[in-house]
């Protein structure tokens, strides 16, 4: 039987290439979005995916979400935390509401996506949960202090999660990805774009599938013994990080 795979802000940009990918890989695809409904229905048409709106920051949307999937396509075998969100800006200027939102979206969803789902992976004796950070939850990046911040925790969520669930049959992994052509980043000031690439020694932004594949690898039965660890994508770094 096809294993299930449940991906949050899977209908596009690094998302849409997990769900994609892991559709190819054979399994049965859920993808969540937040309110693009047009961008997520042709993707739900060209790909032949199922699609689910909620907010990923909000726990009982995701309680009745979650109950949803698992009433239409089946029980979540594997959990992707894709989801995020940037509100960029020096921290002298940030209001807490820009904080709030970066929190909601990109660290209460460890929890309010994970919880529902982590008794059933126990009970089953299977579960793959991965969560995208951020090199700059690594590092730190100037101007992102809100998306630092939650992107660390997702480190921190990952590796006490994996501790837990060991003995379960369920792996907890994150994979830190470097710049990315998506909407994200595009969406950053195209001098500033210039510049980040001028710091990647090949060249070029990485692409949405060079993620996905990895998500692949750590979502199948042969990943079982890789648990807790950041999976780093980027290709090198010319600064001492
Ligand atoms: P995009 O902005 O291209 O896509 C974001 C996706 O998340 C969309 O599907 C969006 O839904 C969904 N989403 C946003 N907020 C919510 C919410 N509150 N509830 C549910 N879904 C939500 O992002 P990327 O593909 O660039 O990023 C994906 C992940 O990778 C993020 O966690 C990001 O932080 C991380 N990352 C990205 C990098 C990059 O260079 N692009 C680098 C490092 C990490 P909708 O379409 O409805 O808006």
Redesign the pocket.
């Given at each position: 039987m096809a294993r299930v795979a449940l991906v949050?802000?899977?209908?596009?940009?690094?998302?849409e290439a997990i769900s994609i990918a892991l559709k190819n890989a054979g399994y049965k695809v859920a993808a969540?979005?937040?309110?693009?409904d047009e961008?997520?229905n042709a993707f739900k048409d060209q790909h032949g995916i199922a699609v689910f709106k909620?907010?990923?920051?909000d726990p009982q949307s995701c309680a009745d979400g979650i109950a949803k999937v698992e009433a239409e396509v089946g029980p979540v075998d594997v959990l992707v935390n894709?989801?995020?969100?940037?509100r960029d800006g020096m921290f002298h200027k940030a209001t807490f509401e820009q904080w709030r939102e970066v929190m909601?979206?990109?660290l209460d969803s460890m929890f309010t996506m994970t919880r529902p789902v982590i008794d059933g992976m126990r009970e089953r004796g299977f579960g793959r949960i991965i969560n995208?950070?951020?090199?700059?939850g690594q590092k730190g990046q100037m101007g992102q202090a809100n998306y630092s911040a939650a992107?660390a925790g997702v480190i921190g969520f990952t590796k006490a999660l994996a501790q837990e669930n060991a003995k379960k049959g369920v792996t907890v992994n994150a994979i830190a990805?470097?710049?990315?052509a998506?909407?994200?980043?595009m969406a950053v000031p195209e001098k500033v774009r210039e510049s980040i690439i001028a710091t990647i020694p090949v060249g070029r932004l990485g692409e949405?599938d060079e993620i996905a594949e990895a998500v692949v690898y750590l979502a199948s039965e042969k990943a079982g013994f890789v648990t807790g660890s950041t999976l780093t994508i980027k290709a090198a770094s010319t600064s001492p990080e």
């Open positions: 949050t802000g899977g209908t596009r940009g690094i998302g969540t979005y937040a309110g693009n961008k997520a909620w907010d990923v920051g894709n989801a995020g969100i940037t909601s979206t990109n995208i950070t951020s090199i700059n992107k990805p470097g710049y990315i998506t909407e994200m980043v949405s």
